[in-house]
């Protein structure tokens, strides 16, 4: 194509070069045909061209030589003449030439100082011919000059030639006729030539330019939307983004389509991250998404709100205020979703906006509905919808950090205990250490009020550890009086277990409360078990097992873990969630789930406490499946350290303790 324009471009330069110079030549013919009818006149203005000259030169060469001396002299000053002429019009090109440059028709004056008629009439005639053979061979225009030397002559004899001067001029007038009428017609055809070559010129200049800037164009329009995709658009899911969903409601005929903003923020993906690998994350969340578009009315619009949140802009009201659509969801979200080989259950957390969604509001009221999500972080029967005070109870939150930082300073966290007992007999075997802030106003604050903060701050495991000192404490006093507590399972935080001098503190902590032979149980969340793979959560847990620790998954069946992947782990003991038990009664599911877990611990040979336990019959339920332990109110409440003392004492005296 390259080559192709450059090779047009320069045949058309070519056309035009030629087409500019025949103009100019033309152009100094016409003025030369002018000057030719002035200066038989006037020759002080002859602007006539050189090669109006050559062509009278041509002509003269061409006369037949003659046996006649004189014709032959005529014929050779004539030649001379027309020589000297032509040089100095070389030099001389487009100047006003004087009088004086025509001085060599003296010479013709000195030669024939007084000619016969004879030599005139010779001289005449030799000028009729050569216009003759100038016209007949098409040598261009006869020169003025040569016109001019027999009208000259003629002046000298008295006009004997002035017939023959009129009849040339006469014929010289229609040779400029047809020459002018020609040049004409030649100028029209090159004009004609010119525009179609300077057309053609254009065309071919334009139309490449134009392809050309048709493909940067084009390029331009693709980078242009690739920009405005990645913009707008979130690249894991192609679900518009804020800005994109901004720029959509924007665009909306009505002008507020939205009622509410309903934030899906997903909890646990750096869990289904360890269970999928990082790769297939994006899998995850194009699932997820697509279970998002099956929730609620097809008019609602989904978008990404952020890493691990999605954003449903709500049409009606049912979704954000009814309790029974909005467990629903939960229970649809939470469900299990495969994920190429593997199965995750996603955590969610809801949060709702305030009413009204604009494109100009919408980033205040996803704020709304992320304050929303995170001050209830425990609904689970409604979706907590913004209220203009949860902007202040951030700041709450923020004081309650501070708040518990002093309780550690002043030792305000202490353990409440919960006596487990043996699933056949009933008998006390061991407890679980519940924490409880106790305030110096005495004021006890229950777990739910205040762990979330100290888990999301980091504080917990400062507060675990102060636990674990009154636990060594509590021990050893209880064993000093005789009495024995069985096994004393704690809580450990993720965080904790990640603390690089984790089994130094411990074992520090029993020696310098010199009760190193304190049975202590570990437990842990299904989510903190998931992290297993993690180099510092498995060392943390075998430095654990060399104190004679057993590990207990706390909450089983509340995760998001698959049976299937917890099967694989390695723990001493499974503790059925409180939600199933309480549930047994009216839902033959959790009934189920209790049956299955039970089941699952003895295949696994795995101990199983079933927590939450407050009827006969749950118990007799369970002990008839053949768990191991029950943690419940049926039995005992959480206490603090007198309380469960004598209740030691009370079981110790009735031979229950074992
Ligand atoms: P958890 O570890 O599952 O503890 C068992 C919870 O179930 C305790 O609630 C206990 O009082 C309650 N419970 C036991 N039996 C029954 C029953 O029959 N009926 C009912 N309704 N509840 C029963 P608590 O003490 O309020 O603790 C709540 C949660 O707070 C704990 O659940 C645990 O997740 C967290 N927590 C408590 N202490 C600590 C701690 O020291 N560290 C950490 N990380 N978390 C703690
Ligand atoms: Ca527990
Ligand atoms: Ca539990």
Not at 176 to 203: C, G, Q, Y
Not at 461 to 466: A, K, V, Y
Not at 589 to 608: A, E, F, G, M, P
């Amino acid at each position: 194509m390259t080559v192709a324009y450059i090779f047009a471009t320069v045949v058309l330069c070519g056309a035009l070069l030629f087409s500019y110079f025949t103009m100019k030549r033309i152009l100094i013919e016409q003025a030369s045909l002018y000057a030719f009818g002035t200066s038989t006149n006037e020759l002080s203005i002859t602007i006539r061209d050189t090669s109006l000259y050559s062509s009278d030169l041509k002509a003269a060469k061409e006369l037949p030589d003659s046996n006649s001396r004189l014709e032959e002299k005529i014929k050779i000053q004539m030649m001379t003449a027309l020589e000297r002429v032509s040089a100095l019009k070389k030099e001389t090109t487009a100047r006003l030439l004087s009088l004086q440059d025509y001085s060599y028709y003296k010479d013709f004056h000195n030669m024939f100082n007084s000619p016969p008629d004879s030599i005139w009439h010779k001289l005449d005639q030799y000028v009729n011919r050569l216009h003759e053979i100038i016209i007949d061979n098409n040598y261009g225009t006869p020169g003025a000059d040569l016109l001019w030397l027999p009208v000259e002559a003629t002046a000298a004899k008295n006009g004997t030639l002035g017939k023959s001067y009129s009849a040339a001029l006469e014929r010289l007038q229609m040779i400029i006729a047809e020459r002018s009428s020609h040049l004409d017609k030649t100028h029209k055809r090159l004009t004609f030539f010119s525009v179609i070559v300077v057309m053609l010129e254009l065309l071919l200049i334009f139309y490449p330019l134009k392809r050309q800037l048709g493909k940067v164009n084009t390029r331009l329009l693709s980078a242009h939307k690739k920009l405005y995709n990645q913009a707008n658009y979130d690249q894991q899911t192609g679900l518009p983004n804020t800005s994109g969903v901004i720029k959509q409601i924007h665009s909306q005929p009505s002008e507020q389509p939205y009622l509410y903003l309903l934030i899906v923020g997903i909890e646990n993906t750096d869990t289904i991250s360890r269970i999928v690998g990082p790769p297939s994350l994006d899998i995850f969340f194009t699932e997820f998404a697509n279970r998002l578009h099956s929730v609620d009315s097809s008019d609602n619009l989904l978008f990404r709100a952020g890493d691990n949140e999605f954003g449903i802009l709500l049409t009606h009201q049912t979704l954000s205020d009814d309790t029974a659509t909005v467990s629903s969801i939960q229970k649809v979200l939470g469900s299990k979703l495969p994920v190429n080989n593997s199965i995750v259950y996603p955590k969610v957390r809801l949060g709702c906006s305030g009413t009204k969604i604009t494109s100009e509001n919408l980033l205040d009221k996803l704020i709304d509905a992320r304050l929303a999500a995170q001050v209830y972080e425990a609904a689970e029967f409604r979706i907590p919808k913004y209220e203009s005070y949860m902007r202040s109870s951030i700041e709450d939150e923020n004081i309650l950090v501070e708040k518990l930082r002093n309780g550690l300073t002043n030792r305000e966290f202490v353990p409440y205990y919960q006596i487990k007992v043996d699933a056949n007999t009933g008998y006390a075997c061991g407890m679980e250490a519940l924490c409880r802030w106790v305030q110096t106003d005495g004021t006890i604050v229950p777990p739910f009020e205040f762990i979330p903060v100290a888990e999301k701050s980091g504080i917990i495991t400062e507060i675990t550890w102060q636990l674990l000192e009154q636990i060594a404490i509590d021990y050893k006093a209880w064993i000093s009086q005789g009495l024995n507590p069985g096994r004393i399972a704690f809580n450990a935080a993720e965080s904790m277990l990640r603390e690089i001098n984790f089994l130094n503190r411990i074992k520090t902590i029993l020696e310098s409360t010199e009760a190193s032979h304190c049975p202590l149980d570990l437990e842990i969340t299904e989510n903190v078990a998931l992290g297993l793979e993690s180099e510092a959560i498995t060392k943390a847990l075998s430095a654990a097992r060399t104190l004679g620790m057993e590990i207990a998954l706390d909450d089983f069946g509340t995760g998001y873990a698959s049976l299937s992947s917890i099967v694989g782990l390695d723990v001493d003991i499974i503790k059925v969630d409180k939600s199933f038990v309480s549930k047994m009664s009216t839902s033959s599911d959790s009934r189920t789930v209790v049956v299955t877990i039970i089941h699952l611990c003895q295949q696994l040979n795995k101990k199983c406490v079933v927590e939450g336990v407050e009827t006969r019959e749950e118990w007799e339920f369970c002990r008839d499946l053949g768990c191991t332990e029950i943690q419940g109110y049926y039995f005992h409440r959480p206490a603090p350290f007198l309380d469960v003392q004598e209740a030691l004492i009370s079981e110790q005296r009735l031979g229950k303790t074992g």
